[in-house]
Nanobody
Framework: QVHLVESGGGLVQAGGSLRLSCAASGSIFNINGMGWYRQAPGKQRELVAGITTGGSTNYADSVKGRFTISRDNANNTVYLQMNSLKVEDTGVYYC?????????WGQGTQVTVSS
C-alpha cells in the first residue's frame, strides 16, 4: 500500500503561482510513476502532469510551459510548480502513484484562481 499526503493548495489571483507537494509513504519501492490529476466542478478528472521513476515527464497541453513537475526521490515527494495560473486552473488537485497493478490517490487539495 502507498499513502499520499498533499499540501500547497489555496487561493491565488490569476497570474500568480502555487506549488503543490505530494509525499508518499508505504510501498514506495513499487511505484512506477507519480503525478497530478485535477477535477473542476462539473467536469471529469483530467491528467495535469506525470513523472516516471526515470524522470520522464508529460503534461496536459493546457498547462505546458506554465506548470513543472519534479520529483525528490530522497524524500519520496513530487512537486507541481504552477505559474501563470488561470481561472480555468481552478479545481481539486489529486496526487496519484501508479504501481504495476494498482493506483493510489491522495485526498485532494483545492486550488482556486480568482480573476
Amino acid at each position: 500500500q502507498v499513502h499520499l499526503v498533499e499540501s500547497g493548495g489555496g487561493l491565488v489571483q490569476a497570474g500568480g503561482s502555487l506549488r503543490l507537494s505530494c509525499a508518499a509513504s508505504g510501498s514506495i519501492f513499487n511505484i512506477n510513476g507519480m503525478g497530478w490529476y485535477r477535477q473542476a466542478p462539473g467536469k471529469q478528472r483530467e491528467l495535469v502532469a506525470g513523472i516516471t521513476t526515470g524522470g520522464s515527464t508529460n503534461y496536459a497541453d493546457s498547462v505546458k510551459g506554465r506548470f513543472t513537475i519534479s520529483r525528490d526521490n530522497a524524500n519520496n515527494t513530487v512537486y507541481l510548480q504552477m505559474n501563470s495560473l488561470k481561472v480555468e486552473d481552478t479545481g481539486v488537485y489529486y496526487c496519484y502513484a501508479s504501481l504495476r497493478l494498482s493506483t493510489y490517490w491522495g485526498q485532494g487539495t483545492q486550488v482556486t484562481v480568482s480573476s
